[in-house]
């Protein structure tokens, strides 16, 4: 099989022969997995996860059989305790991104006064499955860019075996601004498994992804090749906004619209300041090309497969930037289809944790101790937290309606207090946060939505419940989102 891989730094003619596609694809699905196993997300759990999964849970049963007392009060102490640190670690990126050097800006004119020699060749991916509905617009988002064509090559990834959308991309002449790559059909099927197919064919020194929905800023490009003129020479990755356009739609709209503002503008930024690991945006992430594929590419095994290649790209001394572009997205309106999307989001950060767990001391000695433990509350902490969120919400009622004595044990002045502080402090937190959201989309009325969102953490705990059983069941399984839902 290594014979017959196309090496990574190969780019091969869109002509190529059978047998090139052939170990192109084998690479695209293998690459990651022979080059460097332990960072594969083929196999969900290694061996001694397992095993020590499973002496964790043997010793909290007789813990909880023999002390069930203080069982419960570890319990609660420890989820409070991650509680307290996720808190804290919020509000210090929250800090830091609110500043407004936080970001990378590049106006107008400073990207409209580059020169032509001093642009670099790009190739922007866009990998689409099932999705005949939304290919015009795709086109014409592609044919706004402000490039020169002589520059830029877009290549549209499409299964072999997806007939309707490759004949709505042929009669909407899309070989007037793409060129379509078909993807051979085989496992799994991933959005990055056809983005490593993809690379293969990318003449560009910048790699970007678009999702067949978005409508990118017409100068994005040109704003990237500025950004990394200005940014640190181990810049990676240059990570722009993502927003959503029918954030009036409904309430889930409203909500979902509300975070990825909080997330992007704010946020995502605090992270890039704090030097820890960036998890990226799905889309909107420009890599350079040489880089991208010295680190493997994207892991076509892991649902998550830009958190994971964020991860990636700071273990090996690289940084990646925040440019303030906005990139125009979808947002769910259905609350089926979101769960269906938010509950692989928190199936693939448990992913990429897992992942990295299985070289602990590794992690720590690339990152460092600190953005080492970030990682890991952000990774695992974030669908954790909102699993728990179902526990304590349940003896919160619970205490409410009859106030019994099992719950009053498990939360002694040490817990009870800590917890009050999550309580308040870390709800007041997050609607303020929502609140400087929804201040800077400047749509008033998605002050409705900030009034609602105690419901929007309700949808997040089951999808989150969710993702972690699929998890266990399925997990390299690629749950597919529709677009084309909005009014």
């Known amino acids: 099989m290594s014979q017959a891989r196309t090496p990574s730094s190969a780019v091969l003619s869109l002509d190529a022969t059978a047998e090139e596609k052939k170990a192109a694809l ?14 594969s997300a083929a196999i969900a759990f290694t061996k001694g996860q397992k095993i020590s999964f499973f002496a964790a849970v043997a ?14 009060i570890f319990v609660a102490g420890v989820c409070t305790f991650m509680y307290l640190v996720t808190l804290w670690d919020r509000l210090i990126m929250f800090l830091r991104g609110i500043r407004a050097d936080s970001i990378l800006r590049i106006s107008d004119e400073e990207a409209l006064a580059i020169p032509d020699e001093r642009l670099k060749t790009y190739t922007v991916l866009v990998p689409a499955y099932g999705e005949p509905e939304v290919i015009a617009q795709l086109l014409d988002s592609m044919a706004s860019f402000d490039y020169p064509r002589h520059l830029l090559q877009v290549l549209l990834l499409l299964e072999e075996d997806d007939l309707p959308t490759i004949a709505a991309a042929e009669a909407a002449d899309v070989h007037q601004v793409a060129t379509i790559l078909k993807v051979p059909p085989a496992e799994p099927r991933t959005k990055p498994k056809a983005c490593n197919y993809g690379l293969h064919f990318a003449t560009g020194e910048i790699v970007t992804i678009f999702d067949a929905e978005d ?3 017409p100068l994005q490009l040109r704003r990237v090749v500025a950004a990394f003129e200005k940014s640190a020479p181990e810049t990676a990755c240059v990570q722009s906004r993502l927003s959503f356009r029918n954030g009036r739609q409904n309430l889930l709209t409203m909500w979902f619209t509300i975070e990825y503002d909080v997330w992007f503008n704010f946020l995502l930024p605090g992270v890039m300041r704090m030097n820890a690991p960036v998890p990226l945006g799905g889309t909107s992430n420009h890599l350079l090309a ?25 273990a090996k001394g690289h940084t990646t930037a925040v440019l303030d572009s906005v990139t125009w997205e979808e947002a769910n309106s259905d609350t089926i289809n979101w769960l ?15 992942v990295y767990m299985r070289r602990p001391l590794w992690l720590v000695k690339e990152l460092g101790l600190i953005p080492a433990i970030r990682f890991t509350f952000l990774m695992a902490g ?11 919400w349940y003896l919160s009622l619970t205490w409410v309606l009859g106030q019994p004595g099992e719950i009053a044990d498990m939360f002694p002045p040490l817990v009870y207090y800590p917890a009050l502080i999550c309580l308040v402090i870390g709800n007041a937190l997050t609607m303020y946060m929502n609140l400087i959201g929804c201040r800077e989309g400047r749509d008033p009325l998605l002050l409705f939505g900030v009034l609602s969102f105690p419901i929007y953490w309700l949808l997040m705990s089951i999808a989150a419940l969710k993702g972690t059983w699929q998890l266990i069941t399925r997990p390299s399984y690629w749950e597919k989102t529709a677009h084309g839902l909005e009014e």
Not at 30 to 36: C, H, N, T, V, Y
């Open 215 to 217: 409508m990118p800023d």
């Open 340 to 354: 269906r999307q938010r509950s692989r989001w928190y199936k693939g950060y448990l992913q990429t944790w897992l």
């Open 59 to 72: 010793i909290f049963v007789l813990f909880a059989v023999f002390l069930p007392k203080y069982a419960l």
């Open 382 to 392: 974030t669908p954790i937290i909102a699993v728990l969120n179902l526990l304590f």
């Open 290 to 314: 040489s880089v991208l594929r010295e680190l493997g590419a994207w892991d076509p095994f892991n649902v998550t497969e830009d958190a994971d290649l964020g991860v990636r790209i700071a």
């Open 26 to 39: 084998v690479d695209a699905i293998d690459g990651l997995r022979i080059k460097d196993p332990l960072l």
